[in-house]
């Protein structure tokens, strides 16, 4: 991966989890100003978009880097950050796919699993993400 492939995946990944953390923060934290209010925050519809704009931003990232990082490494046995790039691969498809496939859900019990799915993979995708950086930084002798 070359430097500026990393600075572009690192942003898109910061824009992706803030938007989300933004989102996420207005449903479920913040409080309705009254009883008839159409959203929990007034800026909840523009953290719902900025999440769902910055989502192909952040796909086009991993696939830029998806066969000469992830998937020369998964097949090579490159050891520095292993299970936190292992884990990172494995929660991506369930993590993008459950991003989609809430907004075109029509069910709401459907719907709701999706929307599930979406918050448990995309917060072990912060974790595991924060791993993987301080394995990467600690591999290069910092």
């Known amino acids: 991966m070359t430097p500026a492939q990393a600075r572009f995946l690192k942003v898109a ?6 938007s989300g953390l933004a989102l996420a923060w207005a449903l479920y934290v913040a409080e309705p100003a009254d009883e008839f209010a159409l959203f929990n925050h007034p800026w909840q ?5 900025a999440h769902v704009l910055t989502a192909p931003l952040f796909v086009f990232a991993v696939g830029l880097i998806f066969e ?3 998937w020369l490494r998964v ?22 796919l459950s991003g989609y496939a809430l907004q075109i859900s ?3 019990e459907v719907r709701a699993a999706w929307i599930w799915v979406h918050v448990i993979t995309s917060g072990l995708w912060i974790l595991a ?11 290069e002798g910092h």
């Open 106 to 108: 029509e069910s709401l």
């Open 13 to 18: 990944n910061a824009l992706i989890v803030l």
């Open 45 to 49: 519809p523009e953290f719902l978009h």
């Open 129 to 139: 993400w924060v791993a993987h950086q301080v394995a990467a930084h600690r591999s």
């Open 75 to 96: 097949r090579n046995g490159h050891r520095a950050g292993r299970r936190s790039g292992l884990g990172l691969f494995a929660l991506l498809a369930p993590m993008v």
């Open 68 to 70: 000469r990082h992830i």
